[in-house]
């Protein structure tokens, strides 16, 4: 079983919609949260930085880490047709080196 | 350019082969990032520099697989001999600080093709 576990969808949404992204995870010593988002051939670019738990938002971006759980997720409010990439979560225990999920794939249609 | 750069961004090698994969991080950031993605994967750690010292190659599949940053700015992954199972897309990140915060900026990658 991995680390981390993240639904690789597709998620397709119409535009306007709220979409929920989601991961699960298995080691309790994971102390920060990242959302990373991808285009297609690009690299990964960074969304939101947590770390422990809470919420964090930023413009239509929340994020929230439920730690006793071992859950976090990604809010997108007002989807957008631009905001069709692939949605990485990723975390640390602090040692600087990240886990990943393998990613959710998100197509929002106009 | 303000992001990381890396070179080149496609890289086609027969079987092998040797190749050499450059990372330009962000100016002055300490922390310097290898992780290798395969396709429909998330990333995989590969390796991890703070200044010019590694002080993780855990994630190096092989000793195939090496990594340097001589002067604690650019570096440079190393694949000998070359498998068909080294095609990935290989990205370099750098972050500004060491230690616990792990905000890392990636680059767009090496697409890397073995045939």
């Known amino acids: 079983q991995k680390e981390v576990e993240q639904d690789p969808g597709p998620l397709s949404v119409p535009e306007g919609a709220i979409v929920s992204l989601n991961c699960t995870y298995s080691?309790?010593?994971?102390?920060?949260f990242m959302w990373y988002r991808q285009y297609s051939r690009k690299g990964p670019e960074l969304l939101m930085y947590?770390?422990?738990?809470g919420n964090k938002e930023d413009g239509r971006f929340t994020a929230q880490v439920d730690k006793s759980s071992k859950y976090i997720s990604l809010f997108i409010r007002d989807s957008q047709p631009s905001d069709s990439a692939t949605y990485l979560c990723a975390m640390s225990a602090g040692t600087d080196k990240l886990i990943f999920g393998t990613g959710t794939r998100l197509q929002v249609f106009p | 350019g303000a992001g990381v750069s890396q070179s080149p961004r496609y890289k086609v090698a027969k079987r092998g082969q040797d190749v050499a994969l450059r990372c330009d991080p962000i100016s002055g950031h300490v922390s310097l990032f290898w992780y290798q993605q395969a396709l429909g994967q998330g990333p995989e750690f590969l390796t991890y520099?703070?200044?010019?010292?590694?002080?993780?190659k855990s994630g190096l599949p092989s000793d195939r697989f090496f990594a340097e940053r001589p002067e604690g700015s650019v570096s440079t992954l190393k694949i000998q001999r070359t498998q068909q199972e080294d095609s990935a897309v290989y990205l370099c990140a750098s972050s500004p600080r060491g230690g616990r915060r792990t905000e890392a900026f990636f680059g767009q990658g090496t697409r890397l093709t073995v045939v």
């Open positions: 947590t770390y422990s738990s």
């Open positions: 080691n309790s010593a994971f102390q920060y």
């Open positions: 520099f703070q200044n010019e010292a590694q002080l993780d």
